[in-house]
């Protein structure tokens, strides 16, 4: 029988649920100021950088408070992290994207290459993280107990999505007045308040919703998430036809949106799962 961790909390839920709108809007603001995905999962000489240093300052502005979002120790070696690490960048090569590519902004646009690999994904990373025991190699062997318990103050969540809320703004109107560098850099500044909100940085919030055969018990937190975001995204990215080609725009979502269920796909999904199960 499945039991739910104690590492879920109502506090966690209501963040994870405001990092994931957080996280949807901005997929929005910049799909509709510039008629690009989120680069969420490679390399961009101004979102990436502004990604790091924003999650940067939150930790040394909010400092203990924020660390709740936040987990710097592992029990993992270095080889099954550079492993996991590699094996989650070649399946977002291979399946052209990764969580909030194809998991949000995929599933907005109602894409079925993104949908089968959402669920390869998820199923592949399931049995990874059972097959491999990786709850217990990556966070140390713990009774359900002794785990931390998400206590912090709900007023830093709110805070926190404010501020997210205000930099997609700020992305938004720097798309629509053709500065590509500005809305990378306030979108990449919006993303990651947003995912440090959601906890998703945590590896036990991704290894406790993969694998629901641990002792700690099973965390749902990560459903909360993309919940939240598919919330704001997808009727926002179909009311105003962000997938959808127009004189005015490239036809570049649509074009990715509407890429064929291929092989390329479902191994992206598989080698996207087991990296996430391996190392969370």
């Known amino acids: 029988m499945v039991s739910i961790s104690a590492a879920c909390t109502t506090n ?31 390399f961009h000489k101004y979102g990436t950088p502004s990604m790091i240093l924003t999650a940067a300052a939150l930790a040394r502005a909010y400092g203990s408070p924020v660390g709740r979002f936040f987990e710097l120790q592992t029990s993992a070696s270095i080889l099954r992290l550079a492993v996991g690490g590699a094996l989650v960048g070649a399946g977002s090569s291979f399946g052209k994207g990764c969580t909030s590519g ?11 290459a993104s949908f089968v690999f959402v669920l390869t994904f998820m199923a592949c990373g399931a049995a990874a993280a059972a097959l491999l025991g990786s709850s ?34 700020g992305q938004y109107a720097a798309g629509k007045a053709g500065s590509k560098a500005g809305a990378a850099i306030l979108g990449g500044a919006a993303f990651s308040t947003s995912l440090v909100l959601s906890s998703m940085p945590k590896p036990s919030r991704v290894l406790g919703f993969l694998d629901f055969t641990s002792e700690r018990g099973w965390d749902p937190t990560l459903m909360f998430v993309m919940g939240g975001a598919l919330l704001v995204a997808f009727p926002l990215y179909q009311a105003l036809g962000l997938a959808v080609p127009t004189p005015k725009k490239s036809g570049a979502i649509s074009k990715w949106a509407s890429r064929p269920v291929d092989a390329r796909t479902v191994l992206g999904g598989v080698l996207f799962g087991a990296g996430w199960g391996c190392a969370g």
């Not at 107990?145 to 830093?156: E, K, Q, Y």
Request: no cysteine.
């Open 102 to 112: 194809n998991g949000i902004q995929g599933l907005a646009a109602m894409s079925p």
């Open 12 to 42: 966690g839920l209501i963040a994870a649920t405001l990092g994931g709108a957080g996280i949807g809007l901005t997929a929005v603001a910049r799909a509709a100021s510039t008629g690009e995905l989120l680069p969420s999962s490679s």
């Open 136 to 169: 217990d190699a990556v966070l140390g062997a713990a009774a359900a107990a002794t785990l931390p318990v998400d206590s912090g103050s709900d007023s830093i969540a709110y805070e926190l999505f404010a501020l997210a809320v205000t930099l997609a703004g």
